[in-house]
């Protein structure tokens, strides 16, 4: 996540430049960046927002003031959501550039929905040559953890990637946190909504009421069964 936002707050400083509201650390412009896409997420209308296309601070102002994409929008709140409506064209391209590849028409081996409906959740693991592709971390653990059900070669396991649900960047999936019981849900339900750092997840937590940051290691049989309602005796 540093990486990203640091390459987007290079990619911004011209921009920035331009007006009164540059005069502010990178690590400032970082952590409004994320408020911004807080305040995004929470009080504005997508579809308003997806109007404003202008590229400098003042006219995205000007712009948020004719279109009024949100509710009870105050002035840190505003002026945090320009910085992240600034970035978020300029931090596309790496986002695709970081983010899993997937298949066209790829299914998830563990319920066999198709997966590119919801790129954002798509979790991969790769055993020897061959590629698997999940509709989230859940079912990506059903498929790691359940030995009886999914037999193969744990030792030839080269890879397990998740995404990262900010950044939409293509993660370690053993170096992630991983937020249980939040009000987000993914494509099956219930998940493991995982992030690259742990700040990241403890934001996230705050904001969609989550119950508990927990690491790779620490996923049971008991936890993920437990995603599905399911009660599962060890």
């Known amino acids: 996540m540093k990486a990203t936002l640091l390459l987007v707050l290079l990619l911004l400083s011209s921009v920035f430049a331009e007006n009164?509201?540059?005069?502010?650390?990178?690590k400032r412009q970082a952590k409004l960046i994320q408020k911004?896409?807080?305040?995004?997420?929470?009080?504005c209308d997508e579809k308003k927002l997806s109007k404003i296309t202008t590229k400098t601070f003042e006219e995205v102002s000007k712009e948020i003031d004719?279109?009024?994409?949100?509710?009870?929008?105050?002035?840190?709140?505003?002026?945090?959501?320009?910085?992240?409506?600034?970035?978020?064209?300029?931090?596309?391209?790496?986002?695709?550039?970081?983010?899993?590849?997937?298949?066209?028409?790829s299914k998830c081996p563990v319920c066999g929905m198709i997966i590119n409906k919801y790129p954002?959740?798509?979790a991969l693991m790769e055993i020897g040559d061959t590629k698997h592709y999940f509709?989230?971390?859940?079912?990506?653990?059903?498929?790691?953890?359940?030995d009886a059900d999914f037999p193969y070669d744990r030792s030839k396991i080269e890879e397990i990637k998740v995404t990262d649900f900010y950044t939409l960047k293509g993660i370690d999936a053993k170096k992630a946190f991983y937020?249980?019981?939040s009000d987000v849900y993914g494509p099956?339900?219930?998940?493991?909504?995982?992030?690259?750092?742990?700040?990241?997840?403890?934001?996230?937590?705050?904001?969609?009421?989550?119950?508990?940051?927990?690491?790779?290691q620490d996923i049971t049989p008991k936890i993920v069964m437990a995603l599905d309602g399911i009660?599962?005796?060890e």
């Open 231 to 233: 009660e599962y005796n």
């Open 120 to 122: 954002k959740w798509v």
């Open 20 to 26: 009164s509201n540059s005069k502010i650390s990178e």
């Open 135 to 146: 509709d989230g971390v859940k079912d990506m653990m059903k498929f790691y953890i359940f």
């Open 179 to 181: 937020v249980i019981g």
């Open 36 to 43: 911004g896409e807080r305040v995004s997420n929470k009080l």
């Open 66 to 105: 004719e279109v009024k994409p949100c509710i009870a929008l105050n002035k840190r709140n505003k002026e945090a959501l320009i910085y992240f409506l600034l970035s978020k064209d300029k931090n596309t391209t790496s986002k695709k550039e970081e983010s899993i590849n997937l298949p066209k028409d």
């Open 188 to 216: 099956m339900g219930e998940e493991l909504v995982p992030f690259e750092t742990e700040k990241e997840a403890q934001n996230f937590m705050k904001d969609h009421k989550g119950k508990k940051i927990i690491k790779f």
